[in-house]
């Protein structure tokens, strides 16, 4: 997990709660400090690391350097070869490591896991949307190539896969994209388990961060980055380039409704964590 300083003590706290109530606890949290923090964050991480000191490992970064540069770091300070990734101010199902760490020791092919995603705005009780990916290994890989096939938030991946494609890179708002197509490029298999075992605080915000013209300028770079190290044909950097600025570019409303629309499944009066069978 990586944290700074506009993070929210109260998010940031229900985050790292999800991972200590798992009913497969983590033998290791590492928490990367990207750049100062403010003391209401500080004194969050104080307090877990003084109730639980033989658990934590803070990993301070005296100058913010982005969220690639952190999480390259956090991974080279990790101690164990299974990793779990974790945002800040998101909430894991309890027993998420229990379905995704037993699986990915079982299908030894398989380098990466994420999983389904649930999206709630304010209160966590209140899911308003859900975003599923393809779960086998030839569907990812051939959805990578028009978008993202992964939920960053719930991966559990193999250190040595990771470090073997070059680790997380700076990339800003794509960094975990970036590292995905080079794992593909190398060989490395994802799946993703058709549930949903992370509940992540979205909403409108979040979504206009996806509109205007430096997303849609840095989205660009990466399609080009993509066609150069061979990831996506010209047809297919045609295609990603002319919709991704199309959507982009719109008006906010206007893009928010089609990003609700085309891009999430809303369904009413579910529980919290809808995952199962």
């Not at 403010?38 to 913010?64: A, H, M």
């Not at 164990?80 to 379905?99: G, L, N, Q, T, V």
């Not at 299908?107 to 949307?129: A, R």
Request: aromatic share 12%.
């Amino acid at each position: 997990m990586s944290v700074y300083k506009k993070e929210k003590p109260e998010h940031l706290k229900r985050a790292i709660e999800s991972v200590i109530n798992q009913t497969l606890q983590p033998s290791e949290i590492v928490i990367v400090k990207d750049g100062e923090l403010t003391d209401e964050l500080d004194k969050v991480l104080d307090w877990f690391v003084n109730r639980y000191p033989s658990l934590f490992k803070i990993v301070p970064i005296p100058k913010q350097v982005g969220l690639g540069k952190a999480l390259a770091k956090g991974v080279l300070n990790c101690s164990y070869e299974i990793i779990a990734r974790m945002d800040s101010d998101d909430i894991s199902h309890p027993e998420r490591f229990e379905k995704q760490i037993p699986f990915l020791l079982d299908h030894p092919e398989i380098d990466l896991v994420g999983s389904w995603i649930s999206e709630f705005d304010d209160d966590e009780k209140n899911v308003y949307s859900f975003r599923e990916v393809p779960t086998e290994p030839e569907e990812i890989k051939k959805f990578a190539k028009k978008r993202n096939p992964i939920n960053h938030m719930t991966v559990v991946f193999l250190k040595k896969a990771i470090l073997s494609a070059g680790n997380y890179q700076s990339y800003l708002w794509f960094e975990d994209y970036h590292l995905w197509a080079r794992m593909l490029l190398k060989g490395y298999k994802f799946a993703n388990l058709p549930h949903y075992l992370v509940n992540v605080r979205g909403g409108d915000n979040m979504i206009a961060r996806r509109v205007g013209v430096k997303y849609a300028i840095l989205e660009m770079k990466l399609q080009k980055f993509f066609l150069e190290i061979g990831f996506i044909n010209n047809f297919e950097f045609i295609r990603n380039v002319t919709s991704r600025f199309i959507l982009r570019m719109l008006p906010r409303k206007l893009a928010l409704s089609l990003y609700k629309a085309f891009l999430r499944n809303r369904k009413k009066k579910i529980p919290v964590y809808p995952y199962g069978g």
